[in-house]
């Protein structure tokens, strides 16, 4: 199993995940492009279930605890973006490890500079409604993985894996 | 609005004009990647429509204005149709 050692510590790989865990793992089949300064981000799950709607991703973004990757069902709509600069820079500044869309993002130039993780399935540029309809917390259920609240992710240039329980770094 | 100040002047973000001029625009829901070494540009459109066949593309590079953006239309859903017209005509379904 070779890590790669990073500032933050091992970064696990979620090959070598796959080779260890797979049958504790999901591993997601929806390909997603990887928008974020940061290309490996891992940590427990939050969920924002939406629908062109951004308010609940804003609201997940402001509260759920550092180290967390949020986790947005946008039903894959590519009409509007969910995630754009301001709340991008309010993750990032927050210490989140990232945000993983089933939807678009917009103002991709500037993300690429954030240094925390981005997936999502594509850009828009046009911007999201602000009615603040869906549901936070919630069990999700896209790319063939249930995404359910305080699981783990991990994720890197080869895919976005779920595990039920934090799994042990070893080198 | 926060432009980008490039080498080339301001730069217009796609998605400061879709938070200004939203009614007045269409949005391409195509999902295209970008493959040149500038990712930002506009510009007055010319076109070209045409099939597996680039003659028409280089015509059009060779004659249209300095700063126009060349906009070419190759048929992906044509392409599509011919297979499954030729798939189903060889009863391959």
């Not at chain 1, 799950?45 to 990757?69: M, Y």
């Not at chain 1, 894959?76 to 993750?91: E, F, H, T, V, Y």
């Amino acid at each position: 199993m070779s890590n790669i050692r990073s500032e933050e510590g091992i970064v696990v790989k979620t090959a070598d995940l796959c080779d260890e865990f797979l049958s504790e793992l999901q591993v997601c089949q929806l390909p997603m492009q990887s928008y974020g300064g940061k290309k490996e981000f891992s940590g427990p799950i939050a969920t924002v279930e939406v629908f062109e709607d951004n308010v609940l991703v804003r609201e997940a973004l402001e509260t759920v605890p550092a180290g967390t990757v949020l986790v947005v069902d946008g039903k894959g709509s590519r009409n509007c973006a969910l995630l754009g600069d301001r709340l991008a820079q309010i993750a990032c500044d927050r210490g989140l490890a990232g945000v993983i869309i089933h939807g678009c993002i917009r103002d991709s130039a500037e993300i690429a500079n954030m240094p925390f993780g981005v997936m999502a399935i594509g850009t828009c540029p046009v911007k999201s409604k602000k009615e603040g309809k869906g549901k936070r917390d919630v069990a999700l259920e896209f790319g063939g993985v249930l995404w359910e609240p305080g699981a783990y992710v991990y994720a890197d240039s080869d895919g976005i894996v779920v595990a039920k329980r934090e799994l042990p770094k070893s080198d | 609005m926060s432009n980008i100040r490039s080498e080339e002047g301001i730069v217009v973000k796609t998605a400061d004009l879709c938070d200004e001029f939203l009614s007045e625009l269409q949005v391409c829901q195509l999902p295209m990647q970008s493959y040149g070494g500038k990712k930002e540009f506009s510009g007055p459109i010319a076109t070209v429509e045409v099939f597996e066949d680039n003659v028409l593309v280089r015509e059009a590079l060779e004659t249209v204005p300095a700063g126009t953006v060349l906009v070419v239309d190759g048929k992906k859903k044509e392409f599509r149709q011919r297979c499954q017209i030729y798939v189903a005509r060889r009863g391959l379904w």
